[in-house]
């Protein structure tokens, strides 16, 4: 098998394996009464997210009310994660690792099954699949850092303060407010979003990698 093929394979693994895949897999070919929780959750998070900036137009309050209940419903489906990959974290004791990880070991450890089961790999083509893979990403983005989407939602938030602030000591015309931050709001998450579309695959490959890397040093 070519080392394309094998590519071509290890990203069909990490398709199946990804954290969004990990998550639908939560409810899923599940029966409505396991189902109905990750409906009403993302349900509320949706309605909270939509409703609050209407509620408080003029408050800077919405802005933090959608950052904790995206951050609570996060906690949530982390939980949800270590009940339904139970068997995961008591053999390889993941609850010994820092939380915000524990999902990215579950994700490796799915992978590094579907490595074990196939017949295509050996430990001994890590090395060359890497270099394979170096060749076609030499060059490095040094702007990265600032098209992630926590970078992104930091100068959305610190924005939207910005303007709130302005509009409270009246040195901003309030029929600008939307506009203002409909725009900035618009042309931030569309450039992340373009950036996520191009970059996207060069963050596929890596992460990958890393689970090769990861997979060449078990026993």
């Not at 060749?135 to 989407?149: A, G, L, R, W």
């Not at 900035?184 to 579309?197: G, H, K, M, Q």
């Amino acid at each position: 098998m070519s080392y394309l093929s094998k590519w071509s394979l290890l990203f069909e693994f990490h398709k199946a394996t990804h954290r969004a895949k990990i998550i639908s897999s939560l409810y899923k070919s599940k029966p409505i009464k396991e189902k109905w929780p990750y409906y009403f959750a993302f349900g509320t998070y949706l309605l909270i997210s939509g409703s609050v900036a209407f509620i408080a137009p003029k408050s800077i309050w919405p802005v933090f009310v959608i950052i904790v209940t995206a951050f609570l419903t996060y906690l949530w489906l982390e939980t949800r994660i270590a009940k339904e990959y139970k068997y995961l974290y008591i053999e390889n004791n993941l609850k010994a690792h820092p939380f915000f990880t524990r999902s990215t070991y579950v994700s490796y450890l799915l992978f590094s099954e579907k490595l074990n089961n196939s017949k295509s790999f050996e430990k001994e083509d890590i090395k060359t699949l890497i270099n394979w893979l170096n060749i076609q990403y030499e060059k490095t983005d040094v702007f990265s850092f600032f098209k992630t989407s926590v970078i992104l939602s930091a100068i959305t938030i610190l924005v939207n303060i910005v303007i709130k602030y302005l509009e409270m000591k009246k040195l901003i015309n309030p029929e600008l407010i939307f506009t203002i931050s409909f725009l900035v709001f618009s042309i931030i998450w569309l450039s992340w979003i373009l950036s996520e579309a191009i970059n996207s695959n060069k963050k596929k490959t890596s992460e990958i990698s890393r689970y090769i890397k990861w997979w060449e040093l078990e026993e």
